[in-house]
């Protein structure tokens, strides 16, 4: 039995923060509130894992298409998160990345997660990167897009488009793809996330409500995560 288990990444669904609200006779917004407070505990408690990346599903391109209050109740809470975070991201040696179609968000967050980019950039204890305005089939495009100008331009010939140079033109270029994926709520869809990126991916699926997802069931499924044989199609 071949086991390759060193976990460096584990990417999150964090999904249900609506349906926890809802079982308390609260406004879906109070969910994602608790939710966004959850991602704190999440990042330090995978810093104690001493798992190098951790990928969090923050608001899919798809998410666009919630009521107007919602999406701005969630982009309220993203520019608090942001403000308020960074002095413990910088201080637990955090390098913070965002991954989705930035033209999408508004001017104050594009400039503040570019900001944060940059400023937490030489960081190397964790990388957290953040899915945000995140479609992988817009990932997709936009790499075929750059393949194709770069082939048009005559940069690169056919046989230069292998799995590296796809993976290369994808947002998560700089980051291996995930050990574990992990997607709270019971819900067993990927819901357009890291497709490329997933193809032999563990996956783990949890009843958990995303507010109650805590640090106990983090390190129980690295555990499993570790007694699972990966076999990449081999016998
Ligand atoms: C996940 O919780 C957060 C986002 C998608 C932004 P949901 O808002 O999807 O909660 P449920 O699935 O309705 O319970
Ligand atoms: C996926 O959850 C997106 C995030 C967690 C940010 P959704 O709640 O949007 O997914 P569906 O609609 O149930 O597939
Ligand atoms: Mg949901």
């Known amino acids: 039995m071949v086991k390759d288990n060193s976990c460096k990444h584990i990417a999150i669904i964090m999904d249900g923060n609506g349906r926890w609200a809802k079982k308390r006779g609260m406004p879906r917004t109070f969910g994602h509130k608790k939710g966004?407070?959850?991602?704190?505990?999440?990042?330090?408690?995978?810093?104690?894992?001493?798992?190098?990346?951790?990928?969090?599903?923050?608001?899919?391109?798809?998410?666009?298409?919630?009521?107007?209050?919602?999406?701005?109740?969630?982009?309220?809470?993203?520019?608090e998160y942001l403000d308020k975070e960074f002095k413990e991201i910088m201080d637990n040696n955090v390098k913070l990345v965002f991954i989705g179609e930035r033209y999408m968000l508004s001017d104050d967050i594009r400039e503040k997660i570019e900001y944060l980019e940059k400023t937490s950039k030489d960081n190397s204890d964790l990388t957290l990167c953040i899915a945000l305005s995140y479609g992988s089939r817009h990932e997709i495009v936009n790499a075929t897009k750059n393949i194709a100008k770069a082939y048009a331009n005559r940069e690169i010939s056919l046989d230069d488009i292998t799995f590296d140079l796809i993976s290369n033109n994808l947002y998560t270029r700089d980051i291996p793809d995930p050990d574990i994926l992990i997607r709270t709520s019971g819900e067993q869809r990927i819901s357009n996330y890291l497709l490329w990126q997933l193809a032999y991916t563990e996956l783990f699926f949890t009843n958990t409500l995303w507010p109650d997802f805590n640090k106990d069931e983090l390190?129980?499924?690295?555990?499993?995560?570790?007694?699972?044989?990966?076999?990449?199609?081999?016998?």
């Open 219 to 235: 390190m129980a499924i690295i555990e499993q995560f570790n007694n699972r044989e990966r076999r990449y199609g081999k016998n």
């Open 36 to 79: 966004a407070e959850n991602v704190v505990n999440i990042t330090r408690a995978m810093k104690e894992s001493g798992v190098k990346y951790l990928t969090l599903y923050a608001f899919s391109t798809e998410n666009w298409q919630r009521s107007e209050d919602e999406v701005k109740a969630l982009m309220d809470l993203l520019r």
